[in-house]
T-cell receptor, first 114, second 115 residues
Framework: DTGVSQDPRHKITKRGQNVTFRCDPI?????LYWYRQTLGQGPEFLTY????????KSRLLSDRFSAERPKGSFSTLEIQRTEQGDSAMYLC????????????FGPGTRLTVL | AQSVTQLDSQVPVFEEAPVELRCNYS??????LFWYVQYPNQGLQLLLK??????LVKGINGFEAEFNKSQTSFHLRKPSVHISDTAEYFC?????????????FGQGTELSVKP
């Protein structure tokens, strides 16, 4: 299966700890997106990359959040000094360029901050 | 800026009955429209999309949707549902000239198909 993969699938951490998530997109896709989904809500856009360049960040992405996509392949999303409000499902998606192209989603990483 | 409203948070329906999941959007620019489905413990999967042309769009698993520009709606329909259609359904938009392609999602509609 060559779909989008995310690791880990679940993460439980204590408030104040740092966490890092990884996303491996479909190999030929140059765009990579991060979304956050809380219970009972639709996904909310966080940030996206075109190759290795981070081109847009949502206001939801506070300075505790940082994302990278070195070499335009996999991406990492790090949350520093986690807060209980960070508890959510973090979704990664990838696509070929263009707003009209389908975004393929990974299974997500569920973060629980105690 | 765009926003999406899914008018029903939950839709219970019996197997083989027709179903309509409602979606309205707001945007100051033209948009692309999408419906995604999320099965339990799985990633979102594209059902169908409207880019341009015919306002009736057919997707996978027998679903279709109709774009209505005057009512800014993009309702999803299926003439006869199966138990396997039980899932969360999300309507989403992307601005036509938003080169980044970020999706703005609605709150989701939980479709529950009962035998």
């Amino acid at each position: 299966d060559t779909g989008v993969s995310q690791d880990p699938r679940h993460k439980i951490t204590k408030r104040g700890q740092n966490v890092t998530f990884r996303c491996d997109p479909i190999s030929e896709h140059n765009r990579l997106y991060w979304y956050r989904q809380t219970l009972g809500q639709g996904p909310e856009f966080l940030t996206y990359f075109q190759n290795e360049a981070q081109l847009e960040k949502s206001r939801l992405l506070s300075d505790r959040f940082s994302a990278e996509r070195p070499k335009g392949s996999f991406s990492t999303l790090e949350i520093q000094r986690t807060e209980q409000g960070d508890s959510a499902m973090y979704l990664c998606a990838s696509s070929r360029g263009g707003a009209y192209n389908e975004q393929f989603f990974g299974p997500g990483t569920r973060l629980t901050v105690l | 800026a765009q926003s999406v409203t899914q008018l029903d948070s939950q839709v219970p329906v019996f197997e083989e009955a027709p179903v309509e999941l409602r979606c309205n959007y707001s945007s100051s620019v033209s948009v692309y429209l999408f419906w995604y489905v999320q099965y339990p413990n799985q990633g979102l999967q594209l059902l169908l999309k409207y880019l341009s042309g015919s306002t009736l769009v057919k997707g996978i698993n027998g679903f279709e949707a109709e774009f209505n520009k005057s009512q800014t709606s993009f309702h999803l329909r299926k003439p006869s549902v199966h138990i396997s259609d039980t899932a969360e359904y999300f309507c989403a938009v992307s601005g036509l000239y938003n080169q980044g392609g970020k999706l703005i999602f609605g709150q989701g509609t939980e479709l529950s198909v009962k035998p």
